[in-house]
T-cell receptor
């Protein structure tokens, strides 16, 4: 149980285009989903927290107009990188916290590797 | 503020060697503690967790004990395998925020 999927797993796009990444909790409802960014050989950096039906909360230094997050249902959150540039190339990972989990465990998706040319 | 400190890697071991990866934390209140493992090109997988002092988390031969007096959560395994080669992340979650704070990760390489 507690499986989280991400789609696509890998995407290459041209500079200036927008890219949408989906994060789904497959076998549980997620009260909260998180979006992280990971640079090569570095730790995960939390970008934003999204709660179903409300606006996402962004971490300091993360541009909310650049990284649009929508959490339309208890099993789906999307991250849209708008007007992508080469510096946005990274590994994006989502996680989900089960609705009834009292122990604050997060379950992570397999990640999406974005390359902006 | 809250933080997690992990020993720097990479750690290189021979198969069947004993593994310890140190993790210490700074936090207010009573955090939950986690170890996650990341295999090349993949996301993070929960390895084990502990939610209160003196709890021991264990999974797949890995163990870690929540030590409040030393604010530590060291990861151990008695006999590592080549398949254990990965990056290991220690993390904490403080009650109420549901946000994780990760350590920098420790890369483990096990040689046959």
């Amino acid at each position: 149980g507690a499986v989280v999927s991400q789609h696509p797993s890998r995407v290459i796009c041209k500079s200036g285009t927008s890219v949408k990444i989906e994060c789904r909790s497959l076998d549980f409802q997620a009260t909260t989903m998180f979006w992280y960014r990971q640079f090569p050989k570095q730790s995960l950096m939390l970008m934003a927290t999204s709660n179903e039906g409300s606006k996402a909360t962004y971490e300091q230094g993360v541009e909310k107009d650049k990284f649009l997050i929508n959490h339309a249902s208890l099993t789906l959150s999307t991250l849209t990188v708008t007007s992508a540039h080469p510096e946005d190339s990274s590994f994006y990972i989502c996680s989900a916290r089960p609705r009834r989990d009292l122990e604050e465990t997060q379950y992570f998706g397999p990640g999406t590797r974005l390359l902006v040319l | 503020g809250n933080s997690v400190t992990q020993m720097e890697g990479p750690v290189t071991l021979s198969e069947e060697a004993f593994l310890t990866i140190n993790c210490t934390y700074t936090a207010t209140g009573y955090p939950s503690l986690f170890w996650y493992v990341q295999y090349p090109g993949e996301g993070l997988q929960l390895l084990l967790k502990a939610t209160k002092a003196d709890d021991k988390g264990s999974n797949k031969g890995f163990e870690a004990t929540y030590r409040k007096e030393t604010t530590s959560f060291h990861l151990e395994k008695g006999s590592v395998q080549v398949s254990d080669s990965a990056v290991y992340f220690c993390a904490l979650s403080t009650s109420g925020t549901y946000k994780y704070i990760f350590g920098t990760g420790t890369r483990l390489k096990v040689l046959a």
